[in-house]
């Protein structure tokens, strides 16, 4: 099962790009790159997910490698609201039985955004 | 509005006694999850089911029990056996088990174990 490596803290100027990276070098073919937030005390938000294309959507990009290994996340114009935990996660995305589905955390990315 | 919702978001129990978090999704996702937090660590899968009267151990099953008697409901039992029950525990559910789509997380129940 593929893991992630992300490191754990970093920060951020409000109202500029926050780009947090991915590392992911185990992850196998049927399996997406998902990202959540966390902020303190409450259950993660989905942010963006993707398989070997990068996407966009009105939160954030999603920058894929062309092997897949890594993978970075764009906030393109960082507010304080954006202060939270960030996990990149791979999720098994065909049948392969009981790991159907399963979300892989790890210890996420602690981004501080400062005025 | 459409949803998934975990109550109560406190609770307090003496050592020794048996607790159920509720887990309830109004989404009519197929798939759940229960997953456990510690402090300045990921989420961990203790359960979750595909399906209704079917679930599977995740990765810190041992002292925790789980049903699945309706597909809105996943309610999660942590025994007197878990060590150390004292947690942030959350409920995830998504459409389908190999579904593209996201996973929705509940609010979470914070549970201490005096």
């Known amino acids: 099962d593929a893991k992630t490596t992300q490191p754990p803290s970093m920060d951020c100027a409000e109202g500029r790009a926050a780009n947090l990276p991915c590392n992911h070098s185990?992850?196998?073919?049927?399996?997406?790159v998902y990202w959540y937030r966390q902020i303190h005390s409450q259950g993660p938000q989905y942010i963006i997910h993707g398989l070997k294309n990068n996407e966009t959507n009105e939160m954030a990009s999603l920058i894929i490698t062309e092997d897949r290994k890594s993978s970075t996340l764009i906030l393109p114009h960082a507010t304080l609201r954006d202060t939270a935990v960030y996990y990149c996660?791979?999720?098994?995305?065909?049948?392969?039985?009981?790991?159907?589905?399963?979300?892989?955390f790890g210890r996420g990315t602690q981004l501080t955004v400062w005025p | 509005d459409g949803g998934i919702t975990q109550s109560p978001k406190y609770l307090f129990r003496k050592e020794g006694q048996n607790v159920t978090l509720s887990c309830e999704q109004n989404l009519n996702h197929d798939a759940m999850y229960w997953y456990r937090q510690d402090p300045g660590q990921g989420l961990r899968l203790i359960y979750y089911s595909q399906i209704v009267n079917d679930f599977q151990k995740g990765d810190i099953a041992e002292g925790y029990s789980v049903s699945r008697e309706k597909k809105e409901s996943f309610p999660l039992t942590v025994t007197s056996a878990q060590k150390n029950p004292t947690a942030f525990y959350l409920c995830?559910?998504?459409?389908?088990?190999?579904?593209?789509?996201?996973?929705?997380f509940g609010q979470g129940t914070r549970l201490t174990v005096v």
């Open positions: 995830a559910s998504s459409k389908a088990p190999g579904d593209r789509t996201e996973a929705f």
């Open positions: 996660i791979v999720r098994v995305g065909s049948d392969r039985g009981s790991t159907l589905g399963r979300l892989y």
């Open positions: 185990t992850i196998s073919g049927n399996e997406y």
